[in-house]
T-cell receptor, first 116, second 115 residues
Framework: AQSVAQPEDQVNVAEGNPLTVKCTYS??????LFWYVQYPNRGLQFLLK??????LVKGSYGFEAEFNKSQTSFHLKKPSALVSDSALYFC??????????????FGKGTTLSVSS | ETGVTQTPRHLVMGMTNKKSLKCEQH?????MYWYKQSAKKPLELMFV???????ENNSVPSRFSPECPNSSHLFLHLHTLQPEDSALYLC??????????????FGQGTRLTVV
């Protein structure tokens, strides 16, 4: 079975400071990992993904994520936070060995609050 | 705009009503999904249509009934719902995994309130 955990319900950071939103995963095969962001009353927007290759992946809006196989983690990072980054962030996983009908499985989400 | 359109955006229905949610994707994808988002809970995968094969979460009550007439359209038929079914219902699409698909793209969601 595949699962993903986001241990923090909320992350608070001051504008201009670096931010990290944590995610750990569990899959039986090779993981496909994703980060999405959700603004109020909106759907989920894709930020970035890790499929294979370089452990540091870059995505939209200056976000990046680091894949760590030994720690089964895929933390989202940004060197300098903006107030406009305040939103709900979801980590998701898909099992690389999945069958037809495999879908993304999401964590419960982490609310990021950036203060000015 | 992600290319996935959901209608209506908001829906209020009584427990005895029958209504349908609609989703349309313009991305040429061949897999579509329904997710339920409730407050303080993880997104719950309800149904998957992938390469014309339907896969469902067995915990979804029968008062929710999906329909996928073609690869671009997805419906969720609702009948005799309960107040706890009030949530944001999200539609998504992707290339099917067997077609090399990876990320999914989401619609704006339908905010459903059952009274």
């Amino acid at each position: 079975a595949q699962s993903v955990a986001q241990p923090e319900d909320q992350v608070n950071v001051a504008e201009g400071n670096p931010l990290t939103v944590k995610c750990t995963y569990s899959v039986s095969g090779n993981p496909y990992l994703f980060w999405y962001v959700q603004y109020p009353n909106r759907g989920l927007q894709f930020l970035l993904k890790y499929i294979t290759g370089d452990n540091l992946v870059k995505g939209s809006y200056g976000f990046e994520a680091e894949f760590n196989k030994s720690q089964t983690s895929f933390h989202l990072k940004k060197p300098s936070a903006l107030v406009s980054d305040s939103a709900l962030y979801f980590c998701a996983v898909r099992d690389g060995m999945g069958q037809a009908g495999t879908a993304l499985i999401f964590g419960k989400g982490t609310t990021l609050s950036v203060s000015s | 705009e992600t290319g996935v359109t959901q209608t209506p955006r908001h829906l209020v229905m009584g427990m005895t009503n029958k209504k349908s949610l609609k989703c349309e994707q313009h991305l040429g994808h061949n897999a579509m999904y329904w997710y339920k988002q409730s407050a303080k809970k993880p997104l719950e995968l309800m149904f998957v249509y992938s390469l014309e094969e339907r896969v469902e979460n067995n915990s979804v009550p029968s008062r929710f009934s999906p329909e996928c007439p073609n690869s671009s359209h997805l419906f969720l038929h609702l009948h005799t719902l309960q107040p706890e079914d009030s949530a944001l219902y999200l539609c998504a699409s992707s290339q099917a995994f067997r077609s090399g698909g990876t990320e999914a793209f989401f619609g704006q969601g339908t905010r459903l309130t059952v009274v």
